[in-house]
């Protein structure tokens, strides 16, 4: 049967499914590279809950979605930007997440890493309050036991005078982790409020302060995640790491290039690793192909790899393509054709932040690539979904 999926003009086109969903073998964790999904969380649709009110998670499938992770040997990052941090889930109901997944992670020896934030806080903020509200929050993660993730921060970007307020508040923070953390840089083109972190406009002095900040406390960083959508940057900025400071990349338009990594023949001498680790939102609907596309690297195969994670970028960009920051409701979306969930909705109502065309789009997208495991169950639920917009067969 076909459907009739919408263009953004408002046109119709009959669409058949491919309806042949990829294989989807679990597998050990990958050996040549650290690789984590940046997971999504699954709202309870069932309650009163309204946007700017207190999130109210279906811990169960939100749960059951990082075994799924887990299952396919990816690491899941928690309680970051795909799981609605700054966007619908609030600072009390991203502790409680912390804390379930992190014993979720040691039930299931699951590798894990935990976003560290400043979201507790209201508007206009000083820096005295920044630095608190880092520190209340990485606590709660160090003692879930997972890996902390400084993220950037809004209140930061609002409070901080220049670079000396960041080498300040970053070096309290790294002198205060219980191991090495994972800095964040999550650039303006995912959040407008970033605008100037680091203390500087221009991304070329951002970097050389961040930069700066991890020579001044060796052994304290374990890699920086870079979400600039710019592989040149992030190639440059992986160029200068110091020796054993990962690079992970958040580059969901460029991922596949920046984690297979240099041409040896490119590679400059004395540099940190030719390559990205992996730090993805994409990788929450991409989870088994992206897993089985990187052991093929453990086996020295860069072309399988190319072979398996090329063609899903078409879906990438279309997922974060502008405004990026509602790329999590595509992420949901497809955690629902994929049936992770029984329905379409998040936290803050945000199931409504991208159009009906967008949407029809990321579905046969998924679809071509075999991410649906049960095409029949997919096809019924965008029928329905189309239905509901008043499109009918």
Same mark, same amino acid.
């Given at each position: 049967?076909?459907?009739? $999926? ?17 294989? /989807? ?5 990958? /050996? ?8 999504? *969380?699954? /709202? ?11 999130? *109210? ?7 059951? !979605? ?60 000083? #820096? ?37 307020? =960041? ?13 090495? &953390? &994972?800095?964040?840089? #999550? ?40 979400? @600039? ?15 054993? &400071?990962?690079? =992970? ?11 297979? %990594? ?8 004395? *540099?940190?690793?030719? !390559?990205?680790?992996? $730090?993805?939102? *994409? !990788? ?42 509602? =790329?999590?409701? %595509?992420?949901? !979306?497809?955690?629902?054709?994929? %049936? ?12 409504? /932040? ?14 071509? @690539? ?14 329905? $979904? #189309? ?7």
């Amino acid at each position: 049967m076909t459907l009739r $999926l919408p263009r953004p003009d408002g046109s119709l086109y009959a669409y058949t499914p491919a309806a042949v969903p990829r294989p /989807a073998p679990g597998g050990p964790p990958p /050996a040549s590279r650290a690789v984590f999904a940046a997971a999504h *969380v699954v /709202a309870d649709p069932l309650t009163g809950a309204t946007p700017g009110g207190p999130a *109210v998670l279906d811990w169960d499938a939100t749960l059951a !979605f990082r075994r799924h992770l887990w299952a396919h040997g990816l690491g899941v990052a928690e309680a970051m930007d795909t799981a609605q941090r700054g966007m619908g889930l609030d600072w009390p109901a991203a502790a409680e997440l912390v804390r379930r997944s992190g014993a979720e992670a040691r039930a299931a020896g699951g590798r894990i890493v935990c976003g560290v934030g400043t979201d507790q806080l209201p508007a206009g903020a000083s #820096l005295d309050e920044v630095r608190a509200a880092y520190e209340e929050q990485l606590e709660v993660v160090q003692r879930a036991g997972a890996r902390p993730v400084l993220m950037a921060s809004r209140h930061m970007a609002a409070a901080a005078r220049g670079p000396a307020d =960041y080498a300040t508040v970053y070096g309290h923070l790294l002198s205060q982790a219980d191991e090495p &953390v &994972v800095l964040h840089w #999550l650039g303006p083109v995912f959040d407008p409020a970033l605008e100037g972190y680091w203390g500087a406009r221009d991304l070329d002095a951002a970097a050389e302060m961040l930069l700066e900040i991890i020579a001044a406390h060796p052994g304290r960083v374990d890699g920086v995640k870079i979400s @600039l959508l710019s592989a040149g940057r992030e190639t440059a900025l992986r160029r200068r790491l110091p020796a054993g &400071v990962r690079c =992970y990349t958040g580059d969901d338009f460029h991922y596949p290039e920046l984690i297979a %990594g240099d041409d040896p023949a490119d590679e400059p001498a004395a *540099v940190g690793s030719g !390559f990205s680790d992996a $730090l993805l939102g *994409v !990788f929450d609907p991409l989870a088994p192909v992206a897993a089985d596309a990187v052991r093929r690297l453990d086996a020295g195969d860069t072309a399988g790899f190319r072979a398996l994670l090329d063609p899903t970028v078409e879906l990438a960009r279309h997922l974060f393509a502008a405004p990026t920051r509602f =790329y999590k409701t %595509g992420v949901v !979306f497809l955690a629902w054709l994929a %049936g992770h969930q029984t329905h379409f909705a998040m936290v803050g109502g945000w199931q409504s /932040a991208r159009s009906l065309p967008h949407l029809a789009t990321a579905y046969r997208l998924a679809d071509v @690539l075999g991410l649906l495991p049960d095409p029949e169950r997919a096809e019924d639920r965008m029928r329905r $979904l #189309l239905a509901v917009h008043g499109v009918t067969a």
